[in-house]
């Protein structure tokens, strides 16, 4: 038996257990759950912990959110990820902009 590939994968840059993070959290859970039947990985990096990964992939604001399509460039999302359907319209044009490259 093999996994298989996430179509989004989804890094959310924190710092540590602040109000707008754990929303941001909440929020991208959801969405994975609800709108993308868990088609996606989430990884969680703190920044607190993990300064050097934040550097390289140059966060100046958190949260910020990569999404990354399995078919796709990335895309770059800031702020506590409160509008849902933003977030998730943006997941989506990000699917269907890869279709159409």
Not at 18 to 44: F, G, K, P, R, W
Not at 55 to 77: D, H, M
Request: aromatic share 6%; hydrophobic share 40%.
């Amino acid at each position: 038996m093999f996994a298989m590939k996430s179509t989004y994968s989804l890094k959310l840059y924190i710092a540590s257990n602040t109000v707008n993070s754990q929303l941001a959290m909440n929020t991208l859970t959801e969405i994975c759950h609800e709108d993308l039947n868990d088609d996606c990985h989430i990884e969680i990096i703190d920044i607190l912990d993990n300064f050097e990964k934040a550097e390289t992939e140059k966060i100046v604001a958190i949260p910020t959110l990569l999404l990354q399509s399995a078919y796709s460039s990335q895309k770059r999302l800031v702020g506590n990820l409160s509008n849902r359907e933003q977030v998730l319209q943006e997941i989506k044009m990000l699917q269907k902009n890869a279709v159409y490259n």
